[in-house]
């Protein structure tokens, strides 16, 4: 699926944006059970697995002619996301937030993010969306598979 994508893109003047918005909307989800914390996800299948540092993070890329990332996390803390964020939404046991996306103390030109992170005992468990900001509505499937997750950890 992946190699569609960048093909039809090349040389002929197809709205990338609409390309990548139908693709994402019609590929086959991936479900992706971390074996540490026993939660699921789902990812776009044209995305690959980048890491898994056997702690509860875990992330899946797309590097075309955007980049799309998928990350999970399990951490104590969620507040270096709301450093980043200009949106944040409480609810129950779960917080949404939507920022430009840094990692470390890099920031990504014109790379958003979302997250949903629920909390489950002391610790938080994260699902997040990367994507550049011109395709945002692109993502928005991926929003809202992130928006329903309601993941069960160990």
Not at 69 to 89: G, H
Not at 105 to 112: A, I, N, T, Y
């Amino acid at each position: 699926m992946a190699f569609s994508v960048d093909y039809l893109w090349v040389g002929y003047g197809i709205d990338e944006v609409k390309v990548f918005q139908y693709v994402i909307n019609k590929s086959d989800m991936i479900t992706f059970t971390d074996d540490m914390y026993c939660y699921d996800i789902s990812y776009p299948d044209f995305m690959y697995p980048a890491e898994d540092n056997a702690d509860g993070a875990n992330r899946f890329n797309y590097n075309g002619r955007t980049d799309l990332m998928v990350e999970t996390t399990v951490i104590d803390s969620i507040q270096y996301l709301k450093q980043n964020s200009d949106k944040i939404i409480q609810k129950r046991d779960c917080v949404y937030i939507d920022g430009d996306y840094m990692e470390g103390d890099k920031s990504w030109e014109d790379m958003r993010f979302h997250t949903k992170a629920v909390h489950s005992g002391k610790l938080w468990v994260t699902y997040t969306v990367v994507f550049n900001k011109k395709f945002e509505q692109s993502v928005s499937r991926m929003i809202s598979i992130i928006d329903r997750w309601n993941p069960k950890i160990l």
